[in-house]
DNA sequence: CGCCCATCCTACAACGTTGTAGACTCGCAG
DNA sequence: CTGCGAGTCTACAACGTTGTAGGATGGGCG
């Protein structure tokens, strides 16, 4: 159906290898002979078989991008970030969702369909640090986020801690003192929500202000409708806040949803400030707060390290970790006479 | 480096067809040969190389997606939905961005590198139904969406004048007369907004009431940020309304926030209703009367027809059209006594 | 004039898989 | 006892590409 080298070859009167090397840029060709090829080849409409040489070559121009889910804004605009960064460095993307559960999670870590690319981006929510070791593949491997720590990976996160620490301390220079959280993971420690929690609580201890474990509220997902639940929980419970801190902007929008229903303004009743600059939050109303974790950065330093391993060029190197740098963005939520 | 055939034939004492039939179910093989096979396979960690076996049959397993942009919540979400049916049906996804650049466009559709997929599920936004002619390629298309009808392929498409004109019917069942469209672009006749702006006027004209072009805001793009630029323009123009339909919703997000900066109550003063049903207009405030396209519909199909087309099942049947069913949603931003 | 080297091109093998054709064994019907 | 078909397995070729080795031509230099 489709033409071949072989008929190109026949068709400009050369051997196939001809093909191949005009095809490949080689230097020693006459500039006639380029020419009859090249003709041959529009002419006949020939592109070149990639199965074929893939399994020359041993190399797709593929990489896969496995995220829990793409309807959740975050990873949605993570997977356009990285599709860019990809086609500047000249490669597709194939996209996996996990659905965030484990047993998806490490069934891509084994899967042969996987071979079909030539490296993974990784971006796992169900697996924890104890299954690191399913880290250890026989492919190039870049994780995302901030599920497991100290693997055997490139491993290219945002300063969670930091950046967390550094949204509380924006809503404490408000005047506000009880920070309630949204998006807590029970008992979890090395994961976006621990480390995120570990950050609200550094600012408050240079604060000097008590940690009240009742201002936390604790959730499965990061959607909508958990910050809602969430917020509704805390309301119920009686406790007494001036702010919300939402451990990303879906949870926080949510949550901001059911505050202005109850009758909270925002930011005078409740400061609110939210995590990983969606678009969204540029319009709600009110606008919201929010941490801009760098994801240009995530996206383009991803694929440049995956990039790397796959042509071998860090070789053994040891795994690295890269942090990028965040922003704290003060929209009207906690838009409040410093 | 990693196992092939020929080392699994090797442990097992077999010929390398003979591993391959076991891998490929062939139904006469001795039980203790199968098992042995099997065990060399798991020994060494065998899986079968994908470039090998797709040149060898021609078929990838892979297909394409060409959309405009994920950072769009309607084609993460769409996105998202196909992913989804895909996996349901043992295939892969490659997702390309086009911008919504007509030219980007063309070039997807011509680009060798799509040689890699069996096929390609194509989201146009830059080309109109002059470029028909450019759909007719050499691999199987399955178009979604609304810029060309009457194309050389098979056609995914949802009910756009019909659901427009049952937005607009909502709106007009609440009592509302003048009501306002966000996002139509000019002179358009076949895209989404042409098609959204005719079911609105023949809602209109079903219920006997005059079309005011000077209530229609036009736009270049979907964004939120247009939505909002829109309702400005309407809003200083003095023209007057008490009801508004965003042509999708991310528009009358939009466009929300700007009535209620601008104090106009929703839906009291104005009754509004988007088109897409994003998860978004759920936790919005106030939530969002929508249209739901029936994007899991849309997806499936699409996916079917695409592998149909693949498979050459349907081999030279004629270029189909398939039309998702909707629905009208209500939520609070049109909730008024009917 | 003879040699070497650079330039240009070709034949062949190989990547790992699967389709085709056929070899061999065995049990059973004729 | 022969012949045949079903069951089991193997050898070989082919998919389309690129790396390797090497052949042919011509120009420059000793």
Same mark, same amino acid.
């Given at each position: ?60 121009? *593929? %990489? +896969?991008? /496995?995220?829990?889910? #793409?309807?959740?804004?975050?990873? !949605?605009?993570?997977?356009?970030? $990285? ?105 979890? *420690? %090395? +994961?976006? /929500?621990?480390?995120? #929690?570990?950050?609200?609580?550094? !600012?408050?201890?240079?604060?000097? $202000? ?129």
């Amino acid at each position: 159906m489709a033409a071949t080298l072989k008929d190109v070859a026949l068709a400009a009167g050369v051997s196939i290898k001809t093909v191949s090397n005009v095809i490949n840029d080689y230097q020693h060709i006459r500039a006639d002979t380029k020419q009859r090829v090249m003709e041959a080849i529009s002419e006949l409409g020939y592109s070149p078989n990639l199965s074929a040489r893939s399994l020359r070559s041993g190399k797709t121009g *593929v %990489i +896969g991008l /496995a995220v829990p889910e #793409l309807s959740l804004s975050y990873f !949605a605009e993570l997977a356009d970030s $990285i599709i860019k960064a990809a086609e500047r460095r000249g490669l597709k993307v194939l996209i996996e969702q996990t659905g965030g559960d484990r047993a998806h999670e490490l069934e891509i870590l084994s899967s042969p369909r996987l071979q079909m690319t030539d490296g993974l981006l990784f971006s796992p929510l169900g697996m924890s640090n104890e299954d690191a070791h399913h880290l250890n593949v026989n492919f190039p491997l870049v994780l995302l986020g901030e599920r497991i720590f100290g693997g055997p990976t490139d491993h290219v996160t945002m300063s969670n801690v930091e950046s967390a620490r550094a949204a509380t301390a924006h809503l404490l220079s408000k005047g506000r003192r009880r920070i309630a959280v949204v998006g807590g993971h029970e008992g979890e *420690v %090395i +994961g976006s /929500a621990g480390l995120r #929690l570990r950050g609200y609580q550094q !600012a408050l201890e240079d604060a000097g $202000i008590p940690f009240d474990p009742k201002l936390v509220a604790y959730t499965t997902f990061w959607h909508r409708a958990n910050g809602a639940t969430s917020m509704r929980e805390l309301l119920e419970s009686g406790v007494e806040f001036d702010a919300m801190f939402g451990m990303n902007d879906t949870l926080a929008l949510g949550a901001m949803r059911v505050l202005q229903e109850a009758g909270r303004r925002i930011p005078d009743d409740v400061a609110v400030i939210g995590f990983d600059d969606l678009d969204e939050g540029r319009y709600s109303l009110p606008t919201l707060s929010t941490i801009d974790p760098g994801r240009d950065e995530i996206a383009d330093t991803a694929v440049r390290v995956l990039q790397e391993r796959i042509s071998g060029r860090e070789g053994g190197a040891p795994p690295r970790e890269f942090e990028a740098r965040f922003q704290v963005i003060e929209r009207e939520s906690s838009a409040l006479p410093g």
